[in-house]
């Protein structure tokens, strides 16, 4: 008797946490299409438009050697122009991360030209816990807070383009 009580109860508190809203990182945007993303490097501003209303702006961190457009692999540059959102990764090691298109033809050349490679890889993500509060930390991606970033991966679609200036 005791055991079947004690089965019980556990399928009755299974059930019962089921029935509880679990958090999420992943949001829902009903809001106006975003048209573009906006980074300003020098500034540590990203923006998020549609059309041309700014619906949001975070604070962002850089790679460790923010300074001018990625040149070639391990230089911890954050890329300079036109990209798109090109993929997603719901599994990142970063809490969400979005992909941006780098490099483009141009970069690869301008790398090739140098005997070099010119990496990739290149997101916008969370920020883990050991990260929190450093400045400048990624290898040349752009990161937010974990909040910010479930917020962008919701707004942001893949093909949206991306502008990042110095």
Excluded at 30 to 49: E, S
Aim: proline share 7%; hydrophobic share 35%.
């Amino acid at each position: 008797m005791n055991r079947r009580m004690l089965v019980l109860g556990a399928m009755g508190a299974a059930l019962a946490a089921c029935g509880r809203p679990q958090p999420t990182r992943f949001k829902r945007y009903d809001g106006p299409k975003v048209t573009r993303v906006q980074v300003f490097k020098a500034r540590r501003k990203l923006q998020i438009f549609s059309a041309n209303v700014m619906l949001k702006e975070y604070d962002m961190e850089l790679g460790f050697a923010p300074t001018g457009h990625k040149a070639v692999e391990g230089d911890g540059r954050t890329p300079e122009g036109a990209y798109r959102i090109d993929r997603r990764n719901p599994n990142s090691s970063f809490h969400l991360s979005i992909g941006i298109s780098y490099p483009n033809a141009n970069d690869i050349a301008r790398a090739a030209a140098m005997g070099q490679r010119p990496g990739g890889d290149i997101f916008i993500h969370g920020t883990p816990a050991r990260q929190m509060g450093k400045s400048d930390w990624t290898y040349g991606c752009i990161a937010v807070t974990n909040d910010e970033m479930e917020d962008i991966y919701a707004m942001v679609p893949d093909g949206t383009p991306i502008y990042i200036y110095p």
